[in-house]
């Protein structure tokens, strides 16, 4: 009995666990994360392993579109079915300086604020003041420059117009992070009003929360309009909070008419009206109590490089419109001559301007992209620094950041070719969004279910390398099985063979590489995403590691775009807790293909990331495309050449640790890799429709695999 009850109630010992293995291996022991939980703030922390980040990431992005869903209900006056979501989540707050719990959730107030704004329609102010921003001049019968006071005249629209949705929106518990962003744009204000627009902006979306402006250190003529933009906007913001939301189109038109009359008098007058007996800009900008307004002129003169430089630690005036750089403006003088010559030689006889007129813009152009990189920051490589995020948002505050959908890696691949060298590429990879739309998910699941079904089957074995010992029988009459009772060395009388045989309850990795280029239609991108949902869902409850990816070009940083692996599933990179669940990601794919792929990379790079995971495990490879093949690399093969050379030289790498299965989509043809690849499997076009004749087609080929399985099965000697 005592016996019993100890070894009932005795200690367990628990064994240490692994969160992940091999090259992503990051901790070996348990850590406080196991009880302690994670948090929004931990989704782009870099002081945390990619497994926590994983879980946070899966949370914001559900919690993300939980919020658009609300904003695009209340634009919409009720969510369609077929609803998806219009902006990409908004990181950009997220890779800033600011504390990670609020500036993730000042990243989901973004992103509900956009969605809202673009499914908004009619109820946007510049909608109803579009008539009026086409001529506001002549509608206001003011004596000032038309296109400056248009220009004025949208900015003043845009920031109302915000500060109306704001205040809509904030209202709302759900969407209590767009008032959390707000509070976000408030701290990336650095207070020094270096333009009209930031004057706006500071008084009408931040008046509330700034301190008082006039604590400050500011030039006179900033104190007198932002003196001017406070007194009319004073009564509209008391009436804020307490106004209606059918109220709120007409207190912001009237609140843009008054904000522009307010500030019409300091704008150009017309160029026909101008004249020389009016004071100087100088005295203008300096002049204070005089009862005279200070007027900006338009600029039509070139830079006065001998002009006063005021120095750094006083303030300066306000420029009419965003700033330019002094630099840009020199170099702008300095190249306009030599353009109007390079011109004006084509113009008279048709000749190419001189060596010495081209070689001069050449080294312009070089002098003002190494002054635009001198701040140590490579646009095409490497991630954007916290300062340059920041200073991104602030100039684009309440509009797209620079980051923004998933964070996006960059990798440098090696493509062997079999020429007598690797020839090398760089590729993106990001994640794709799980999509939260259950409708469309759950009828890709019901499209899917008789391939699925056909795909079950499938055996996908490991091979097992086993090391068997194995007696030396020698001839004569010495008794073979009396050798051990010698005085003989054990190399003697045994000897030791590798032999491979199938491991049923092995892991061998599946890859499932997806074309997602322009050249495939809608029939064949929806027979991929179906082929990719059974794949996943065939392999759910089995001890296959499962990858499966959508290679083609798409942006990878803002105004850059380059060849692109977006990952549906992925053990280490994805969100998804199971390959079921990855299927929402395929919902959120476009319903044809977008870009331009690269085949030979993106198959290279694939493939790395299956032989990471494999670790010497055999690979079977999926690949779905419709065989319109495009040349990625700088050699002079051909696109088809460089990924049957690609081909060639793996199988030989690998041996046969690598199986790959073809699956042409709307091809009727022979693909021309027949006699190289394991299977090739061709849909025509009218079978892209018939998912019942694809389960059929993939039935034979599950009988196909079967049959030659069975005639592998025997143990091989290998050595």
Wanted: positive net charge.
């Amino acid at each position: 009995m005592k016996k019993g009850l100890k070894r009932k109630f005795r200690k367990k010992n628990f064994q240490k666990t692994r969160s992940y293995q091999g090259e992503y291996s990051f901790r070996s022991d348990r850590t406080k994360t196991f009880w302690k939980g994670v948090c929004l703030g931990d989704a782009f922390s870099v002081n945390h392993d990619v497994q926590q980040r994983l879980r946070a990431q899966r949370m914001f992005y559900t919690t993300c579109h939980q919020a658009q869903k609300f904003a695009a209900g209340i634009a919409l006056d009720g969510l369609p079915h077929d609803y998806r979501p219009a902006i990409q989540p908004q990181l950009g707050p997220c890779y800033t300086n600011s504390p990670a719990n609020l500036a993730v959730r000042a990243a989901i107030g973004l992103t509900a604020f956009l969605e809202f704004k673009h499914w908004a329609g009619d109820r946007l102010l510049t909608v109803h003041l579009k008539d009026y921003l086409e001529n506001p001049a002549e509608h206001d019968d003011l004596w000032v420059d038309a296109a400056s006071y248009k220009q004025l005249a949208q900015i003043v629209t845009e920031k109302v117009q915000t500060r109306l949705l704001l205040t809509d929106l904030s209202r709302y518990k759900d969407l209590s992070a767009i008032e959390i962003y707000r509070l976000f744009g408030a701290s990336q204000q650095d207070l020094r009003f270096a333009s009209v627009p930031e004057i706006l902006e500071a008084v009408i979306l931040y008046g509330d929360v700034l301190p008082d402006w006039k604590a400050l250190r500011l030039h006179p003529v900033t104190e007198i309009l932002i003196a001017k933009v406070e007194a009319v906007s004073a009564a509209y913001l008391l009436r804020l909070p307490t106004a209606k939301a059918h109220r709120l189109v007409e207190l912001g038109r009237n609140w843009v008419f008054g904000i522009c009359r307010a500030l019409a008098p300091h704008l150009p007058v017309p160029d026909e009206q101008e004249n020389d007996a009016k004071p100087s800009e100088t005295a203008r900008l300096h002049a204070e109590g005089t009862g005279w307004l200070p007027r900006y002129r338009k600029e039509t003169k070139p830079l006065d490089l001998k002009g006063r430089i005021p120095p750094i630690d006083e303030p300066r005036a306000p420029t009419l419109f965003a700033p330019k750089s002094a630099i840009q403006q020199i170099l702008a003088e300095v190249a306009s001559p030599l353009r109007t010559a390079a011109s004006g030689a084509a113009k008279d006889d048709g000749r190419e301007p001189s060596e010495e007129v081209k070689k001069a813009l050449d080294i312009i152009k070089q002098f003002n992209e190494t002054l635009n990189l001198s701040n140590g920051q490579r646009q095409g490589w490497e991630d954007m620094r916290s300062e340059i995020v920041e200073r991104s948002l602030k100039n684009s505050s309440f509009a797209k950041g620079p980051i923004e959908g998933n964070p996006t890696e960059g990798h440098c691949v090696n493509v062997p070719l079999g020429i007598g060298h690797d020839v090398s590429g760089e590729i993106f990879d990001r994640p794709v969004e799980l999509s939260s739309n259950d409708f469309l998910y759950r009828e890709l699941i019901h499209e899917a279910e008789p391939i699925t079904q056909s795909l079950k089957r499938i055996l996908y074995t490991n091979v097992e390398q086993i090391a068997q010992t194995q007696r030396i029988c020698p001839s004569g009459t010495l008794d073979p099985m009396r050798m051990a009772m010698g005085l003989f060395s054990e190399a003697i009388f045994k000897r030791y063979r590798i032999v491979e045989k199938p491991d049923r309850r092995g892991r061998p990795v599946l890859l499932i590489a997806c074309d997602g280029s322009g050249s495939l239609n809608r029939d064949q991108m929806a027979m991929l995403k179906t082929m990719t949902c059974a794949w996943l869902d065939a392999t759910a409850k089995s001890r296959i590691e499962v990858l499966a990816g959508l290679y083609h070009s798409g942006q990878i940083h803002k105004n850059k775009y380059g060849p692109l692996v977006q990952w549906m599933y992925h053990p280490h990179k994805t969100p998804a807790v199971s390959r079921q669940d990855a299927a929402r990601a395929l919902v959120s794919l476009p319903d044809s293909g977008t870009g331009s792929q690269s085949d030979a990379i993106s198959l290279a790079y694939m493939l790395e990331e299956a032989k990471k995971i494999a670790k010497g495990r055999v690979v079977y490879l999926v690949l779905m495309t419709d065989c319109v093949w495009n040349k990625s690399l700088r050699t002079e093969m051909s696109g088809i050449e460089e990924v049957y050379t690609f081909f060639q030289a793996t199988y030989q790498e690998m041996e046969d640790k690598l199986h790959t299965t073809l699956v042409a989509l709307g091809v009727e043809k022979e693909t021309g890799f027949e006699d190289l690849l394991d299977k090739v499997i061709q849909f025509s076009h009218p079978e892209l429709s018939d998912y019942i004749a694809a389960a059929d087609r993939i039935t034979r080929f599950v009988a196909g695999c079967i049959r030659e399985q069975r005639r592998h099965t025997a143990p091989r000697t290998v050595g």
